[in-house]
């Protein structure tokens, strides 16, 4: 496209020539920032002497100020430096890793195989990778279990909008909160009532099959709580509130943990290296045949579906 | 350069993931990115880790008809630590999402560069302010 | 096996950078999603299936739900605090 050309002058050639002589700023008009109700810049000189040390406005300007813009460009080269010097590092020592999938390697130690063959009669679980976690580690599933729920008293800290204190945010959140409603409900209702309780009897198989079969707490707990989020999405929070409303939830949660908590210290005090204690491996491969695993599966399955339930309604509506 | 590059495909691309989702962190000024940043990171270790434990030719470690020995099933110690991860992972993006929520509701922009600079404004009104107070007058 | 290795890698791959760079934020949560999604995939081919389930049902269920929920509190907070300049800065 020559220069005579009338399309020209709107034209990327047009603004790239222009912005290279300096007289198009891309990002003039562009940014949503407010003006400054600063005073004339000549009252400001007088103000200057008694402000602390206070810099010009246009430094907060993001386009206009050239030195920000070049740190900018400085960053950019710098994050890109990093970057590629961390993946050429790192590419040098995997290519010194053994090989992938060779027996060999160091790490498939006696620990692996301490697990692998004591596991069964020791667990009781067919799932070793499940035995491994609420047998052997269950103190660490224990913490792990403790950090969802400090994230959930995080998000509760966040986003909770208190009716007593502030009335008017509460209301103005479940205006905001209409604007979550489907606005076809028909549709939706069908479909959850076909599929909650589908969902639902999914999560409680993965579960309870957590030592059986691969699963667990975890990925059970999570369809169950996308269970229970579907059913408030289609239905909305007076239906959900008569079963799944903020005192059931903490109670759940609370009531979970502890008794995890204590299931865990029973055994360590009883379970562990011969000392005599009623809890029995059981039958492999029977429903109730993991010893505590089940009851600690449902209790990991029911703190990881209330962490997801309140996350999803602290997000949307910030109360129950 | 080791011989172990041209099988190593799990951990060449968790090495590539988790670089590009540092470059992500670093240079992605929206928030949202940022967060996505950070989970592919987090997959990017996972994946490492898991491929560390697969051994070839060697079954998921579920005992299957009662073969106990050693032999016949992959690494668990991996899976597991992964298996938690996963789940710490989601909880540690459901506390930076509530975060950037509460930052949009104050400085309704979803631009880091931008709510850094509101934040440098607003100091500087503030000192400005507070000198015009032990001054005479503030500024209109 | 590798040849399925590979392609799954390669996806999980441009998955992500293409999550980077994509314009708009719910476009990048697909991806995100997607890419969680061949994730469970890979689990399934290191022979873990717990974690398959675990990232299938975490990865891609919730995390990509709260995204879609904080997004669309961003753009409830946007229209319900300044209803009347519709900005588009922000690109959701």
Known sequence: ?320 | MGSSILTNFEEIASVLLFVIGMIDLLVQPNLVKKIIGLDIMDSAVYLFLAAKGYIAGRAAPIVTDGILDAAHYINPIPAGLVLTGIVVSVSVSAVMMALTICLYREYHTLNLDEIMMLLRRREADETLRLSGRNGEGTPS | MTALRIILLSSLIVCAVAASFSKRLLTSVVIYMAFSLVMAVIWLILESPDLAITEAAVGAGVTGMLFYIMLKKIRSIQTTARPDDDRDGEQD
């Open chain 1, 1 to 320: 496209m020559s220069r005579e050309d009338p399309r020209y002058a709107g034209s990327r050639w047009d603004k790239l020539a222009r912005w290279r002589r300096g007289e198009y700023d891309p990002t003039a008009g562009r940014l949503e920032l407010r003006e400054p109700d600063f005073a004339p810049r000549d009252e400001l000189q007088k103000l200057r002497k008694y402000a602390a040390q206070t810099e010009r406005d246009d430094r907060y300007e993001l386009g206009l100020d050239t030195r920000l813009r070049g740190f900018r460009r400085v960053y950019l080269a710098a994050a890109g430096l990093l970057a590629v010097f961390l993946a050429a590092l790192l590419l040098v020592t995997v290519s010194w890793l053994p090989q992938f999938g060779d027996y060999t390697a160091p790490e498939h130690n006696e620990v692996a195989r301490r697990y692998i063959e004591q596991g069964l009669e020791e667990t009781g679980a067919v799932n070793i990778v499940a035995g491994m976690i609420l047998d052997y580690r269950a103190f660490d599933t224990f913490g792990e279990s403790c950090v969802l729920f400090i994230a959930v008293c995080c998000v509760l800290m966040l986003l909770r909008v208190d009716k007593e204190e502030d009335p008017h945010s509460m209301a103005a959140e479940d205006m905001s909160d209409r604007y979550f409603e489907p606005h076809r409900e028909v549709i939706l209702q069908m479909a959850a009532r076909v599929l909650v309780p589908v969902s639902l009897v999914l999560g409680i198989y993965v579960v309870l099959n957590g030592h059986i079969s691969p699963g667990g707490g975890f990925s059970g707990g999570a369809i169950i709580g996308t269970g229970l989020v579907l059913y408030l999405t289609a239905f909305g929070f007076e239906r959900t509130g008569r079963f799944m409303n903020e005192t059931t939830v903490k109670l759940l949660t609370v009531s979970a943990l502890t008794f995890y908590c204590f299931a865990k210290s029973y055994s360590f005090y009883t379970g562990a290296n011969h000392l005599s204690s009623f809890i029995t491996p059981g039958v492999p491969g029977a429903i109730l045949s993991g010893g505590l695993i089940v009851y600690l599966n449902i209790c990991v399955g029911v703190v990881v579906a209330c962490t997801m339930y309140c996350f999803y309604v602290m997000f949307r509506k910030g109360g129950f």
